[in-house]
T-cell receptor, first 112, second 119 residues
Framework: GQQVMQIPQYQHVQEGEDFTTYCNSS?????IQWYKQRPGGHPVFLIQ?????EVKKQKRLTFQFGEAKKNSSLHITATQTTDVGTYFC????????????FGKGTSLLVTP | DTGVSQDPRHKITKRGQNVTFRCDPI?????LYWYRQTLGQGPEFLTY????????KSRLLSDRFSAERPKGSFSTLEIQRTEQGDSAMYLC?????????????????FGPGTRLTVL
């Protein structure tokens, strides 16, 4: 079936280091969303990308949607301990209806 | 608090029992989603409502699962004859339809979830 794959599964960095998580879909996506889930919490929306090649920035976070609309990435510059959590990408395959397919997430641990 | 609320927050039940969960979306949101999340996994889509109409249901969803949104506001998710494999966090999310310039697919606001444990 249609799947969204996300790597790496875990990432442990020292505070101040950069972090990147990658998301790949087997099918073209109409859009992709990114969510953050803190330990014990629920997913919280970060951003939505719609256009091919789109790049959006939120302070230290940079989000990119691939030209083929099949992959995406989230890059965090100079991580802080507040960045700890699991980052999920969620894609909606083109023409598939309303279901949002979430990746398994990348769990980020930041040590001071 | 005007966020998405879910009740109960925790439910422990014995195998074979029926359980029902409730979700109250953000009041002006006409779209409502149910997801299931297990440890180490992302949320798995179960079903979607626009107002009171159930427009999509996961093909993976057993017929033991049923959801309703009778008045287009709160929703219930019922699991009949629970199995140990049903143990998970059940998340509800809501969103508003895209308006001009917003596109059809907007951010989803998640509730705190109902953690189900089937013994």
């Amino acid at each position: 079936g249609q799947q969204v794959m996300q790597i790496p599964q875990y990432q442990h960095v020292q505070e101040g280091e950069d972090f990147t998580t990658y998301c790949n879909s087997s099918t073209t996506l109409s859009n992709i969303q990114w969510y953050k889930q803190r330990p014990g919490g629920h997913p919280v929306f970060l951003i939505q990308l719609v256009k091919s090649g789109e790049v959006k920035k939120q302070k230290r976070l940079t989000f990119q949607f691939g030209e083929a609309k099949k992959n995406s990435s989230l890059h965090i510059t100079a991580t802080q301990t507040t960045d700890v959590g699991t980052y999920f990408c969620a894609g909606r395959p083109t023409g598939s209806g309303y279901a949002l397919n979430f990746g398994k997430g990348t769990s980020l641990l930041v040590t001071p | 608090d005007t966020g998405v609320s879910q009740d109960p927050r925790h439910k422990i039940t014995k195998r074979g029992q029926n359980v029902t969960f409730r979700c109250d979306p953000i009041s002006e949101h006409n779209r409502l989603y149910w997801y299931r999340q297990t440890l180490g996994q992302g949320p798995e889509f179960l079903t979607y409502f626009q107002n009171e109409a159930q427009l999509e249901k996961s093909r993976l969803l057993s017929d033991r699962f049923s959801a309703e949104r009778p008045k287009g506001s709160f929703s219930t998710l019922e699991i009949q004859r629970t199995e140990q494999g049903d143990s998970a966090m059940y998340l509800c999310a809501s969103s508003v339809s895209g308006g001009p310039g917003l596109g059809p697919h907007n951010e989803q606001f998640f509730g705190p979830g109902t953690r189900l444990t089937v013994l």
